[in-house]
């Protein structure tokens, strides 16, 4: 077993698609750990897979991952059996541009796509990244401007310890997501994009989110939900309404008992 899922993937293989869940900087597989019941109770045939990154959670001992082409090498490599079944990629900020490079990666060497990429919160790879978040500022302001987009509560942002054990692995993950192309460069994916935006994102507005259709060679459909950088904690229950209602373009329903 790969230590990029939890030791329970091999549990409800049955299910018709797998949802690999990949998560945003600073965050971890926790973050979806309620999505399978939640999922269930909207009747998707669907096996909820969190992957388990490097360097956050239970796996806090190894080392982190600050180039995104190494990471997205080890996750084709680790992943390379699991994402033979059918499968769909959901990954919020951080993890929606992983998940996008992965996808180009695996379309690159003829692997198995997945029926369908899911991205929410993150600009489209030719749009220029903002300073909003930097990884090179300093641990308090890093901290107060990730506070301020709802990434973490301001008390904890004003303890100083919590922001030297935490604001590495913040960093380190931003620092994935520097990367852009110039718009000639383009390769679209020959996969279905579905885009979730936050209305009032003021890291990723929804214009950037809708740059994405420029890498959609399948069509692509564009979500605006409430909320904003982490509408994904704040309207969870609608994004995932919302997010079965994709699934169950790709998945078999549940059999009926």
Do not use: N
Request: hydrophobic letters at 45%; glycine letters at 8%.
């Amino acid at each position: 077993m790969t230590p990029y899922l939890t030791p329970a993937a091999g549990e409800r293989s049955s299910a018709g698609l797998d949802l690999f869940c990949l998560p945003c900087a600073g965050g971890g597989a926790s973050a979806y750990e309620r999505w399978q019941e939640r999922l269930d109770a909207h009747g998707v045939g669907v096996r909820v897979l969190p992957v388990r990154l490097p360097g956050r959670e239970e796996r806090a001992h190894e080392p982190r991952f600050t180039r995104l082409a190494d990471l997205v090498a080890e996750l084709d490599e680790q992943l390379d059996e699991a994402l033979s079944r059918p499968h769909v990629l959901y990954g919020h900020s951080m993890g929606a541009f992983v998940a996008h490079a992965l996808t180009l990666a695996r379309q690159r060497r003829g692997a198995a796509p997945p029926r369908a990429l899911v991205l929410s919160s993150h600009r489209a790879p030719h749009v220029r990244p903002t300073r909003i978040l930097d990884p090179d500022a300093d641990d308090e302001t890093l901290a107060d401007a990730l506070a301020e987009l709802g990434g973490i509560p301001r008390e904890l942002a004003r303890r100083r310890r919590f922001r030297a054990a935490y604001m590495p692995l913040v960093r380190d993950d931003l620092r994935l997501c520097t990367g852009w192309v110039e718009p000639a460069d383009i390769e679209p994916l020959a996969v279905p994009l579905h885009l979730f935006a936050g209305a009032d994102d003021h890291l990723v507005p929804v214009p950037a989110m809708a740059a994405w259709r420029d890498h959609a060679g399948r069509g692509s459909e564009l979500r605006v939900l409430p909320g904003g950088h982490f509408f994904v904690r704040t309207h969870t229950e609608r994004l995932l309404r919302e997010l079965a209602a994709v699934v169950a373009r790709y998945a078999p329903p549940l059999p009926v008992v």
